[in-house]
């Protein structure tokens, strides 16, 4: 028993967290910068964050993250990290010739107080931004939020790159939120069925599940070009995917270019997808091709001929708020009861909705933002599931409690190929219940008495 020491009763703790449902905004910053075009992040603070951070990236995609640092030393950390991210500016369009660095700090620059906007203008001022090159920068303190918070400021910064006043461009702005490059394409698949000429920012597709090629190429040729992110500005509207990850930016680009934006859930399952596909048919004007329609068919398809295992079920799920939302209401709409719910993301609107969510249910429901998963664990232990669903570090309660477990979420650092097959949209959909009944059969199959040991299930 790897997690021996987890008692089953539960004491509430204030000052001590064990086994977090979540990690530091800068990595969150790091992933959403990858999906601007020819950028390199910047990690202003000490080197080994953006070390952590690079390293935990390429464990989950299985690909190289480039990403530069400032490199503080303890002078810097007294004095300012001024000179170093000048230098480092310097440095990284002279070495590497990105067309755009991403700036976000670290615990240590933000608890000093460096004040990046005013270190920017001084390097654009002593032209170290070389011309037709972008600088943008978002503030991402460790201390506050999650790796979602630090994603979703990040892409605050990208939209706030888009200047108000141009003509209009006829497109939507898509802000697909914190999802794997595979669901990116997928997002794009779906606005181009539909028909709706889109705009998406950030896109990591073809940045972190490219093809090898025999050619090392630091800045692949994907991601959003800096010009869609500026025209974005000149958009019709704005369907921000996650209220955590995108909404801010979409909010801005409202209040700064008046871009009307709409919030959604992120399309995980039946019901977001379909309410996705209905805000894209909206504002299209168009009506539902057949081919999203057949898509959509064989999730239903599929569910009703496998509903008899998903019935009554019991989940315990970990993850980030916006998939929270969207996984809950998917389990509870195959009459799957989520009934132990953690995030390590603090906000007490995912406790509301996911209580929304599973009122239907008729059940009491453990659900906790801000949480981790040894309290996960510990509910397990009070009353156990029969599926866990979360990223790779649910794998010790998995095999401690021997339950059946689908990694899902971020990271996962212990399987391949997850960054190739979509989650979101109906095919998303057909791919999670695949995985979920696989998981459920194996352990059928494992614990059936021989008498009932089936070919055919
Ligand atoms: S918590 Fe602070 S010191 Fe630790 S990795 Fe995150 S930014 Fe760096």
Request: net charge negative.
């Amino acid at each position: 028993m790897l997690l021996r020491h987890t008692p089953q009763e539960i004491t509430e703790r204030k000052a001590l967290m064990i086994n977090p449902a979540k990690t530091c905004q800068p990595i969150g910053a790091m992933y959403a910068a990858l999906g601007i075009k020819g950028c390199l992040p910047h990690s202003h603070g000490s080197q080994g964050c953006c070390a952590y951070h690079r390293s935990t990236l390429t464990r989950h995609y299985k690909e190289p993250i480039s990403a530069a640092t400032s490199s503080f030393t303890e002078g810097a950390s007294v004095f300012g990290g001024q000179a170093n991210l000048l230098q480092a500016i310097d440095n990284i369009f002279t070495v590497y010739e990105p067309e755009v660095i991403a700036v976000h700090t670290t615990c240590l620059s933000e608890t000093i107080g460096d004040d990046l906007p005013q270190i920017f203008d001084k390097a654009i001022k002593e032209k170290k931004v070389p011309e037709g090159k972008t600088l943008i920068g978002a503030p991402t303190p460790s201390y506050v939020g999650s790796h979602v918070t630090g994603f979703s400021n990040m892409v605050k910064a990208m939209a706030n790159l888009a200047a108000p006043g141009g003509k209009k461009n006829g497109k939507i702005n898509i802000i697909p939120g914190w999802v794997e490059p595979s669901d990116m394409e997928e997002i794009k698949k779906i606005a181009a069925m539909v028909g709706v000429d889109i705009n998406m920012f950030p896109d990591t597709s073809g940045v972190l599940n490219g093809p090898l090629t025999g050619e090392y190429k630091m800045f692949p040729e994907a991601g959003t070009p800096v010009a869609d992110i500026k025209d974005s500005g000149n958009a019709l509207g704005t369907l921000a995917l996650g209220e955590w990850c995108s909404a801010d930016a979409a909010r801005l680009l409202d209040t700064k270019c008046k871009v009307p934006c709409s919030v959604l859930d992120m399309p995980f399952g039946l019901k977001a997808t379909d309410r996705f596909v209905d805000a894209l048919r909206t504002v299209a004007g168009t009506s539902v091709p057949d081919e999203i329609m057949v898509e959509r068919g064989k999730l239903v398809d599929m569910i009703s001929d496998m509903h008899q295992y998903f019935y009554g079920k019991k989940v315990a799920l970990v993850g980030d708020p916006d998939q929270l939302i969207a996984m809950t209401e998917f389990l509870v709409s195959i009459d799957m009861m989520p009934i132990h719910i953690v995030t390590g993301t603090p906000g007490k609107r995912l406790e509301e909705r996911i209580m929304e969510i599973t009122a239907g249910m008729g059940r009491p429901v453990n659900v906790r933002a801000k949480g981790d998963m040894f309290l996960l664990h510990q509910w397990i232990k009070n009353e156990p599931v029969d599926l866990l669903i979360g990223n790779t570090y649910c794998k010790y309660i998995a095999r401690d409690e021997d339950v059946p477990y689908v990694r899902w979420g971020f990271p996962i650092l212990d399987r391949q190929g997850h960054q190739h097959f979509p989650t979101v949209g109906y095919k998303g959909g057909l791919r999670l219940l695949e995985q979920i009944l696989g998981v459920l059969l194996d352990r059928k199959d494992r614990d059936d008495p021989e008498s009932k040991f089936e070919l055919v299930l």
